[in-house]
């Protein structure tokens, strides 16, 4: 492979990369918002305002947990919603809940 190939080859790779990398950012942010009503969702005590979490349920839940800081969420700061490794494919509210939260570190 002459340099000028190589160039060409590594330029393709890294653009390659990038458009897929932007494909991923995409889908995320067009992605549907998890419903409060899916089995999943209901078995894990997903709600989409963390104030309104079942106390009696899950007695251990306060009001400062919520999906923006927990360590699942990856949504970006002061955006109202983001992926979660538990629902992958959708997004969650940023002031949601879930019995899976686990305090960012
Ligand atoms: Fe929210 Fe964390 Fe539960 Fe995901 S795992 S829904 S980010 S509390």
Same mark, same amino acid.
């Given at each position: 492979?002459?340099?000028?190939?190589?160039?060409?080859?590594?330029?393709?790779?890294?653009?390659?990369?990038?458009?897929?990398?932007?494909?991923?950012?995409?889908?995320?942010?067009?992605?549907?918002?998890?419903?409060?009503?899916?089995?999943? $969702?209901?078995?894990? +005590?997903? *709600?989409?305002?963390?104030?309104?979490?079942?106390?009696?349920?899950?007695? @251990?839940? &306060? !009001?400062?947990?919520?999906?923006?800081?927990? $360590?699942?969420?990856? +949504?970006? *700061?002061?955006?109202?919603?983001?992926?979660?490794?538990?629902?992958?494919? @959708?997004? &969650? !509210?940023?002031?949601?809940?879930?019995?899976?939260?686990?305090?960012?570190?």
């Amino acid at each position: 492979m002459s340099s000028s190939n190589r160039r060409v080859f590594i330029f393709q790779v890294a653009a390659g990369g990038s458009a897929l990398a932007l494909a991923k950012v995409a889908h995320a942010q067009g992605a549907p918002m998890v419903n409060e009503k899916d089995a999943q $969702a209901v078995s894990l +005590g997903y *709600a989409a305002d963390t104030t309104k979490v079942d106390a009696k349920k899950y007695p @251990k839940h &306060v !009001a400062t947990q919520l999906c923006s800081n927990c $360590a699942l969420y990856t +949504g970006k *700061a002061g955006e109202a919603s983001g992926p979660c490794g538990i629902f992958p494919g @959708k997004q &969650v !509210a940023a002031k949601g809940w879930c019995s899976a939260y686990a305090k960012k570190a």
